[in-house]
């Protein structure tokens, strides 16, 4: 079973590649806006720094909601550990993990399926305060708490 140390370290590493990848694309646009010249057809030339200006505007809160999920993760790494789930738990249940804390979805950690969920996702909302032995439903399927770490 996975540490929440290294849980969270998969988590910053798959946020920073986000950021990269994000940051990479919003060069590349800038760039390829530069290099748009003005042709006799003028409207296609606004048209396309049209376009090309709210490719970067929806990149640029595609940036801001990934550094906000960095953000997240340093609050979630000095979060402390509770018998009750809260923000930051490793959840194990007799069908799954979970880390509760931003949401990515299903990762792989030391060759191990954790889904990183937040607090907003219904499964979240299900396993907010429960602890070791509890039941939740979600979709149709108990799952018994094991382990809250």
Do not use: W
């Amino acid at each position: 079973m996975p540490t929440k140390e290294a849980i969270l370290k998969s988590c910053e590493i798959l946020v920073a590649k986000r950021v990269a990848d994000i940051q990479e694309a919003m060069a590349a646009s800038r760039e390829a806006a530069n290099n748009e010249t003005k042709s006799s057809a003028g409207d296609k030339y606004e048209t396309t720094r049209a376009m090309m200006h709210f490719e970067l505007e929806k990149l640029s809160g595609q940036l801001n909601e990934a550094e906000k999920l960095r953000e997240a993760l340093f609050q979630i790494a000095e979060a402390p550990c509770t018998s009750t789930i809260n923000l930051g738990n490793v959840i194990t249940t007799n069908t799954a993990t979970y880390f509760l804390g931003i949401g990515l979805g299903k990762i792989n950690v030391e060759n191990e399926s954790v889904f990183a969920i937040s607090t907003a996702s219904p499964i979240g909302q299900l396993l907010l305060g429960k602890s070791f032995g509890d039941e939740i439903v979600f979709n149709n399927t108990t799952q018994q708490i094991l382990s809250v770490y």
